[in-house]
């Protein structure tokens, strides 16, 4: 039988790891809360002090207002609210396995770990990485306004969109997989090997597959000039395969697109170093060519042709 307290009732504590405590014993069972009708207002599953399962709450009357699972602690697969008449009116949804979040918010901080705040020294971090990561959270606090959040914004899209850039290559950098979560921007990042470029051990294949230690390499390839990343290639399987980019020395965005078996494909687009797009080419499937354009620093058309077209 499961056992079932009243939090507000009966003799429950938190311990420093905050579990919950019934009668100086980590609880498992569900904890609830009633109203002064003494209908149920909550209830929490909990697994030797921690938060483990169904997580509901109700109005007063009984109409189920909110509804979650939990697993070790953190919120996992959606969460729902309703209204008083039984509308739907929000729906999250969490991340079954990234244990880290990374995304800054006014006046807590830039990292988060299994939904709850902790100090970025609790994760055996560098001291360079978290001095990057404080870096990166002062942009956003610098320019968030509490007030009128919606009016929160960087001065341009392309110091936005490199803000963005920034994030993510320190997400890749804290666990196996983060949680990365700004700007309306949310996706799961896993950690992948990366390699420099210019490692003795790198080398083609008799098939132009670069190897690493002797084996076809599966990872990310980058290059830097001094701390800044300048410029990274994925491959799988010592194939060019996935997304490529490239960053000017003061980090400004210089290029990106996407390559299939070491042939581009999609769209490739390379900008001026003042952010105005350079240079855009279209590839087919098959790595061919089908459409080139050029523009100047000032964002005038320079050139335009097609497969098989003059310029």
């Not at 960087?154 to 936005?160: H, V």
Request: with cysteine.
């Amino acid at each position: 039988m499961t056992d079932h307290i009243d939090v507000q009732a009966d003799e429950v504590d938190w311990d420093d790891s905050q579990r919950l405590l019934h009668r100086g014993v980590p609880f498992t069972g569900e904890a609830v809360t009633y109203n002064w009708l003494d209908e149920m207002t909550s209830l929490i599953t909990y697994k030797n002090g921690i938060r483990e399962g169904v997580r509901r709450t109700w109005y007063d009357g009984g109409q189920l207002k909110s509804e979650m699972t939990v697993h070790k602690g953190r919120m996992i697969r959606a969460a729902r609210e309703w209204d008083q008449d039984g509308n739907l009116v929000r729906e999250r949804r969490y991340d079954d396995t990234a244990l880290v979040k990374l995304g800054p918010e006014w006046g807590t901080g830039p990292l988060w770990v299994d939904w709850e705040y902790r100090e970025l020294d609790d994760f055996g971090l560098s001291d360079g990485l978290v001095a990057l990561i404080e870096q990166w959270d002062d942009e956003f606090q610098a320019i968030y306004q509490p007030d009128d959040p919606p009016s929160s914004e960087f001065p341009d899209e392309q110091a936005e969109q490199r803000w963005l850039d920034r994030g993510r290559e320190l997400a890749r950098q804290i666990a196996p997989e983060v949680l990365f979560s700004a700007m309306g921007v949310r996706e799961t990042i896993r950690r992948v090997e990366r390699i420099h470029e210019f490692l003795d051990d790198n080398e083609l294949d008799d098939w132009l597959r670069l190897t690493h230690d002797g084996e076809p390499f599966t990872g990310e390839l980058v290059n830097t000039y001094g701390e800044t990343l300048v410029s990274l290639t994925t491959y799988r399987a010592g194939w060019c395969d996935g997304p490529t980019k490239a960053w000017y020395e003061d980090g400004t965005r210089k290029a990106e697109g996407m390559n299939r078996r070491s042939k581009a494909v999609g769209v490739h687009r390379r900008w001026h170093h003042n952010g105005q797009l350079a240079v855009e080419k279209r590839f087919d499937d098959n790595g061919r060519l089908v459409a080139e354009e050029h523009w100047d620093e000032e964002g005038n058309p320079v050139s335009f042709r097609r497969t098989g077209m003059p310029e």
